[in-house]
Each structure stands twice: as structure tokens, then as C-alpha cells.
């Protein structure tokens, strides 16, 4: 895929294109963790259904669709939150995370936030920490409880073992009424190979971690939304050719 990604798309009339489901940070992101520019084009060009699939709490991806113009369908904290067209579903057991995240500030942990802590505010599913908080405890605590303690390179989640990305796009994808293998998947962390397993095709950026690369079929040579851009540009060619 070429490195000089478009800065907008050139989608053929009436071109059939699929779904996407589009992780967020570092994958729509500049490699400073703004949004890059170039989303505010690229996406609300795209014909079909676009979900994004963040490890962000709840209000960030439906923020994002509100300010790009496209329809709200959001996947939030890894799984736990699944928004399309007005159907809202909560999914886990978020009093044993809550307890679990009490054990850890009981036991010295620190979140890592500050006061206000606006990462974890508005969360109803998981809790996160700072990636400079303590690991080794964390991970104890995760174990006590029965839960999944996710490193996506941007923070630590403690979440619910039975929620995830993929399954998130399932339900995503039941009530949009579309297959989940018809979703193209973008992505760059750990938390992304769940999507990726679903999906029907799937693309790691080059600043992907490990285990995101392993899961995907495909590793981009670019990063970030160059990775991204050039994706979308190789499937609106297609559609074209």
C-alpha cells in the first residue's frame, strides 16, 4: 500500500463497499494521540456502515461519530458498551470490576488519573489505570476477581473475561443486520484481536503491538492514519476496479 496515503478517498458511484470497524486510538490518531485531521474526511465519505471500536469509555466514540456527522455506533471499553442506532447494550459484570479496582486502592494502587480522573468518569463496564501504575498488583487483583487485565499500550483495563471488541462487533453487527465476517477491521493493539477474529479481513498498522500483528491477516507498512488511510484507498480501489 502506498505510503503517500490520500488526505480524502475517491469512492466510486454506487460502489460496494464493506462495513468497517475502526479502532480509535492509534489507529485514527496521529502518533501524538490527536485525531487526525484527515478522519473528518475520509470517514464521512464512506458508504457503509462505520463502527468504531474503542477501549475509551462510552461518550468518546459516540462524541467522535457526533462531530464527523456519521450515524452513532460506537463499541466502548473493549466490549463492555455497544451503541448503533439507538440500541444501547451494556455487557459484563461491572460490580466485580468496581470491587476489584476498590481491592487495588485499598492495597496502595493509584489509578493514576488524578482527581478528577475523567479517563475512568463516565465508565460503566471496566475501570483503567495509567500505564505507570502498579502492574504486578494490578494483575493480582485481576486475578483474585476473575478478570482480564488488558495492555493496549495506552493504558491497563481491568474488564470482564467475557467481554471483548469481537463480541461487541457481533452484537454491532446483528443490529445493523450485516454478517460480521462482511466488517474490514483496522486496528493496533491487543484488545484488537478479538475484532479481528470476527471480522471477514483485518489489517494491523505498523505501529501495532504483537499480538494485534499475529491476529491480523495483514500488517500495513504505514502507522497510525497513514496505515489507516491507505487501507480504505486499497478498498475503494477495488470497488473500482
Do not use: Q
Not at 165 to 191: C, H, Q, T, W, Y
Request: hydrophobic share 45%.
Amino acid at each position: 500500500m502506498p505510503s503517500d496515503a490520500p488526505a480524502s478517498l475517491e469512492i466510486p458511484p454506487d460502489a460496494d463497499l464493506p462495513p468497517l470497524a475502526l479502532d480509535i486510538d492509534g489507529t485514527l490518531t496521529t502518533p501524538d494521540g490527536a485525531v487526525d485531521p484527515r478522519v473528518f474526511r475520509v470517514l464521512p465519505e464512506w458508504p457503509a456502515p462505520v463502527v468504531l471500536a474503542t477501549g475509551k469509555s462510552f461518550p468518546y466514540p459516540v462524541a467522535l461519530c457526533h462531530f464527523l456527522g456519521i450515524p452513532e455506533r460506537a463499541i466502548a471499553e473493549n466490549g463492555g458498551v455497544v451503541c448503533v442506532d439507538e440500541t444501547v447494550r451494556i455487557e459484563g459484570d461491572a460490580e466485580r470490576v468496581a470491587a476489584a479496582a476498590d481491592a487495588f486502592r485499598e492495597r496502595g494502587g493509584d489509578l493514576g488519573w488524578g482527581a478528577a480522573d475523567t479517563v475512568n468518569r463516565w465508565r460503566e463496564t471496566e475501570v483503567a489505570a495509567r500505564l505507570s501504575a502498579d502492574e504486578e498488583l494490578l494483575r493480582a487483583v485481576a486475578d483474585e476477581f476473575d478478570l482480564t487485565l488488558l495492555d493496549t499500550g495506552y493504558a491497563y483495563h481491568l474488564t470482564d473475561p467475557d467481554v471483548s471488541k469481537g463480541r461487541g462487533l457481533r452484537e454491532a453487527a446483528g443490529i445493523l443486520d450485516v454478517e460480521p465476517g462482511s466488517f474490514v477491521a483496522v486496528g493496533d493493539s491487543m484488545n484488537d484481536a478479538s475484532t479481528f477474529e470476527v471480522a471477514g479481513e483485518s489489517y494491523a498498522l505498523a505501529n501495532a503491538d504483537d499480538v494485534a500483528k499475529e491476529a491480523a491477516d495483514t500488517v500495513v507498512d504505514e502507522g497510525y492514519m497513514d496505515g489507516t488511510t491507505a487501507v480504505l484507498a486499497d478498498l475503494a480501489g477495488r470497488a473500482e476496479s
